[in-house]
């Protein structure tokens, strides 16, 4: 498991953080309904390399999971700006998978912040976003957010499931349940579904252009959330370098094939 030993308090929210390795700052974004632990099995490749930041996003993970935040996309992105700024790096690195690819994005075209080199996994960043299940959980939040241990359980693990291609281990299962387990990290799953909202989409995908910076794309070859053809729109909206689509894996890149996310971030610069 990866040590987040520090916190950040962004809006009156604690946000957990870790930072371990030497050498130039990449920035780890983690995508829903993931942690910072979705790179377990990347960041002990990149540490010998790299300085690598890592941080639950607000509600998720070890970060506030209380009642009444907002967990939106607009937030998240901010709390990024926000977290550069406190560790005072100047444009570093940045990789981002799903709605931390969202993240990054905005934190760009939005919040005003630069990169020497970014890199997306399987990104939230186009519309159409989003599914029936997302859709139903906003009108009916408080519902699922009532539902009995064994009920969440279940519908979370299945959602999990469908994530990856290849059969998740035991171990990945009990480590994404985790954070969401109990009364309050049971709401706090709904919330986040909840809050997710195209307009946080839609508002950056007008902006998008060329960046400053190399752009590398990394998907799933599998992803059946967000298929193939999103990214190659993406790297069509962002110029981006490439596009590396991985066999044999799905949504969930960091179970399916953490080799590739590593041998995309260690890739020499061009």
Not at 49 to 69: A, E, L, N, W
Not at 111 to 122: I, K, N
Not at 144 to 165: D, N
């Amino acid at each position: 498991m990866i040590p987040l030993e520090h916190r950040f308090t962004y809006e009156g929210r604690s946000v957990a953080w870790g930072r371990v390795g030497t050498g130039a700052p990449l920035v780890l974004i983690h995508g829903f309904p993931w942690s910072a632990q979705a790179w377990r099995r990347v960041v002990p490749w990149l540490a010998p390399h790299r300085t690598v930041y890592v941080f639950d996003m607000i509600g998720c993970g070890q970060s506030d999971k209380g009642p009444g935040i907002s967990v939106a996309p607009e937030v998240q992105s901010r709390l990024l700006a926000a977290l550069v700024k406190h560790w005072e790096l100047d444009a570093p690195e940045v990789a981002g998978h799903d709605f931390g690819g969202l993240a990054a994005l905005r934190g760009y075209f939005m919040e005003g912040l630069r990169y020497s080199r970014l890199t997306l996994f399987d990104a939230v960043a186009v519309l159409p976003s989003g599914s029936s299940f997302f859709a139903h959980v906003r009108e009916h939040e408080a519902a699922f957010a009532g539902l009995p241990p064994y009920a969440h359980a279940a519908l979370f693990q299945a959602y999990i499931g469908a994530a990856a291609h290849r059969p998740l281990s035991d171990e990945a299962r009990a480590t994404y349940l985790a954070p969401w387990h109990g009364r309050t990290g049971q709401a706090a799953f709904y919330r986040q579904i909840a809050q997710a909202n195209e307009t946080a989409i839609a508002t950056v995908q007008d902006r998008y252009r060329s960046l400053d910076c190399p752009v590398h794309l990394v998907w799933g070859a599998h992803d059946t959330f967000i298929p193939v053809t999103q990214g190659e729109d993406l790297r069509n909206r962002l110029t981006a370098n490439d596009l590396t689509v991985v066999p044999h894996a799905g949504h969930a890149l960091q179970e399916d094939a953490p080799e590739a996310m590593v041998a995309a971030l260690l890739r020499p610069a061009a």
